[in-house]
């Protein structure tokens, strides 16, 4: 079946605008996480989703990043006001439940420029 | 605090020899631990996880809590092993985030 999609592939902004970076998790699938990777560093956990709430944000850089998970499938990782050190790879990852035993498989990625 | 060590960002050896990543961590608890490849244009993708016990394309990995270690091991590497490799661990009180290294990018030499 298919895999954890992540829209859009590469994303490039000006600096101190909005962007929306979006994640379809695998079908079935009720726990979504994010992380950002930085060029040559490992992937950074942001948020994780269990259903359609926030199990863990503690992640999050700033008040500039939010993410949401209205119907409990598609996040949408939102990122206000971009500034040039937003410049990474943000990652989803889903599995089929909140549990260290269920793997967490990746998403392709959305590469961000920020100018 | 959690912490992950990959202390090698570039490995490189022969076709056919032995291979070693090296994995430290620091944490207070007992930890998950995991090894995720990326290969060269593809997604990250767990290799092999403490959990399970299993040897995944001949890779191996002891968790060594003296030493706080999870090395991955290979007796004879393959070109295929070509890729990035990371550490990673999940905390065991209920933290379902993984924690990554940074990486080491291992070349396997014809």
């Known amino acids: 079946g298919a895999g954890v999609s992540q829209t859009p592939s590469n994303k490039v902004t000006e600096k101190g605008k909005y962007v929306e970076l979006r994640c379809d998790p695998i079908?079935?699938?009720?726990?979504l996480y994010w992380y950002r990777q930085s060029l040559g560093q490992g992937p950074e956990f942001l948020i994780y989703?269990?259903?359609?709430?926030?199990?863990?944000d503690s992640g999050l850089p700033n008040d500039r990043f939010f993410a949401v998970r209205p119907e409990g499938s598609v996040s949408t990782l939102k990122i206000q006001r971009t500034e040039r050190g937003d410049s990474a790879v943000y990652l989803c990852a889903s599995s089929q439940t909140l549990t260290v035993y269920n793997e967490q498989f990746f998403g392709p990625g959305t590469r961000l420029t920020v100018l | 605090a959690q912490r992950v060590t990959q202390p090698e960002k570039l490995l490189s050896v022969f076709k056919g020899a032995p291979v070693e990543l090296k994995c430290n961590y620091s944490?207070?608890?007992?930890?998950?631990l995991f090894w995720y490849v990326q290969y060269s244009r593809q997604r990250l993708q767990l290799l092999l996880r403490?959990?399970s016990r299993e040897s995944i394309k001949g890779f191996t990995a002891d968790l060594n809590k003296g030493e706080t270690s999870f090395h991955l091991k290979k007796p004879f590497a393959q070109e295929e092993d070509s890729a990035m490799y990371y550490c990673?661990?999940?905390?065991?009180?209920?933290?379902?985030?993984?924690?990554f290294g940074q990486g080491t990018r291992l070349t396997i030499n014809p």
């Open positions: 403490h959990i």
């Open positions: 990673a661990l999940i905390g065991a009180q209920g933290a379902q985030k993984l924690v």
């Open positions: 944490y207070s608890g007992s930890p998950e």
């Open positions: 989703f269990q259903g359609t709430g926030a199990a863990d």
């Open positions: 079908s079935g699938h009720t726990a």
